[in-house]
């Protein structure tokens, strides 16, 4: 696992994306590198059945609230659990 | 419009037969101008150049043509492409023409070319568009309480509904224990939850002459949204922000609100959507979607019939021809000429969702006095 995810912080707003990027999406300035703790609370999930071709089913698919609200998307060949980061 | 479902005709032929059907009822042979809504041609059909290639098709090949795109909401956004031309006087008559032909590719192929759509990272993990709506679903049940029986009961109610107009791709009513039991496309959403894969195309005459049928309806109001194409960008998931923003600019320009709207197309393409959609335009009040639906409020027959042509879910879902599609219903509903599912009602609203609620658009028309 790793130990820290890379992000990007908007210098105008404060706001934090995963993975990082270039420009704000809500402000034309340039961001700044930041990094977040590989810990999160899961807003919530779904198994997708019928996943595109290059991915196995059941596909256990998450959308993740990191620190500072930075919202991460995370895939498992598992179904999610409570301890899953 | 032309029946949506599995057609064999291509795509140019499906959208000459909804252009000739159109133009003929409109009584116009030669529009100032051609506004075409394809969202994925290239991929879908292998042709692009859609504009000249329709316009050559049509028999309107020195007519100025112009493709739009704004992923599923296409149609809407042809619309106000021509709507704006119009107000801007550079055109008195517009012809706008949307389609897509998908059902002759394997289902996998054409979810992965509606797909692309999403942003690249998210599709990265194989996100496709039933699993974000299977995250959209799975909060709404989670943060705002709505239930499995109150999404299901939006099929049943458009597939009802559907049953009654012959240009519908399912025909067939279905039952709330059959929507429940139908299998798992992402989790907790499921088949019948989900529109299907059609065929199709629709198209409106559009003109600032007030003069001539007194069939016409008139557009009082047009309104665009816009959201992150990052669903990971947005802080919550039950609304649609994109939607709320396109209703405020279309009632603002109409000069009323919800409260004139008599009945409403709405972009079923998950069922939970709609429940999205009617509390975004606020046609009813928040947290309150699910109820109206199991209540029977929002059937044909109810205060506000929602979809009475059956919706995204049994009407059927060609991409660029839907907000056409919608805005079609509403003039027949307007008219009175909805055979079979008509409803009372003087104005009418639709609203279109382009990508995962990326850049939506709501449109009020108005019966002519």
Redesign the interface.
């Known amino acids: 696992m790793a130990q820290e995810l890379r992000a990007s912080r908007c210098p105008r707003c404060r706001r934090l ?3 990082p990027a270039s420009l704000c ?1 809500d402000h034309p300035v340039k961001m700044e590198a930041a990094v977040l703790p590989p810990l999160g609370e899961v ?13 196995r089913a059941p ?1 256990h ?1 998450a ?1 993740v609230e990191l620190a500072g ?1 930075a ?5 498992s060949a598992s179904p999610p659990s409570a301890s899953a980061s | 419009m032309t029946r949506f479902g599995r057609r064999n005709e291509d795509l140019p032929d499906l959208m000459a037969e909804a252009a000739l059907a159109t133009m003929t009822d409109a009584g116009v042979e030669h529009p100032a101008a051609l506004v075409v809504a394809a969202m994925n041609p290239e991929e879908f059909t292998g042709e692009g150049n859609y504009g000249s290639l329709l316009g050559t098709r049509l028999g309107l090949s020195r007519v100025p043509a112009i493709r739009v795109e704004t992923a599923t909401s296409s149609g809407a956004a042809a619309v106000y492409t021509a709507y704006a031309a119009i107000a801007a006087g550079l055109h008195r008559a517009i012809l706008v023409v949307g389609g897509e032909k998908m059902s002759h590719l394997a289902t ?1 192929r054409a ?2 070319i509606i ?1 692309r759509s999403i942003d690249a ?3 990265g ?4 568009m ?2 974000l709506a ?6 709404l049940m ?1 943060r705002r309480g709505v239930t499995l029986r109150e999404i299901s009961q939006v099929a049943v109610k458009n597939h009802a509904q559907g049953a009654r107009n012959p240009f519908a791709h399912f025909q067939e009513p279905v039952k709330l224990e059959a929507v429940m039991e139908s ?7 499921r088949l019948f939850h989900c529109c299907p894969i059609s065929d199709g195309a629709a198209a409106l005459l559009l003109t600032s002459d007030p003069a001539g049928s007194p069939r016409r309806v008139r557009i009082t109001g047009i309104g665009q949204g816009a959201d ?1 194409i ?6 919550d ?1 039950t609304t649609f922000a994109a939607t709320q923003a396109a209703a405020q600019a279309a009632y603002r320009m109409a000069g009323y609100g919800p409260e004139r709207v008599e009945v409403a197309e709405i972009h079923d393409a998950f069922t939970p959507f709609e429940l999205i959609s009617l509390e975004d335009t606020g046609l009813v009040p928040p947290g309150k979607a699910g109820r109206a639906t199991l209540d029977g409020e929002t059937a044909v027959g109810g205060r506000l019939p929602v979809n009475p042509s059956g919706g995204l879910k049994a009407r059927g879902h060609p991409l660029a021809a839907t907000g056409i599609s919608q805005l079609v219903e509403l003039t027949w509903q307007l008219r009175g000429t909805a055979e079979g599912r008509q409803v009372p009602a003087r104005v009418g609203l639709a609203q279109s969702i382009g990508g995962l609620a990326t850049n939506n658009w709501v449109t009020l028309v108005e019966a002519r006095r």
Request: proline share 11%; no cysteine; charged share 20%.
């Open positions: 994306v995963v993975p999406p807003v919530s999930f779904t198994t997708l059945h019928s996943p595109p071709e290059g991915f596909l698919l959308l609200g919202r991460a998307r995370a895939a | 996998p979810s992965e797909g990272h998210e599709r993990y194989g996100t496709t039933p699993a299977g995250l959209i679903t799975r909060a989670h299998r798992l496309v992402a989790d907790p959403l992150t990052a669903v990971r960008y947005r802080s998931l």
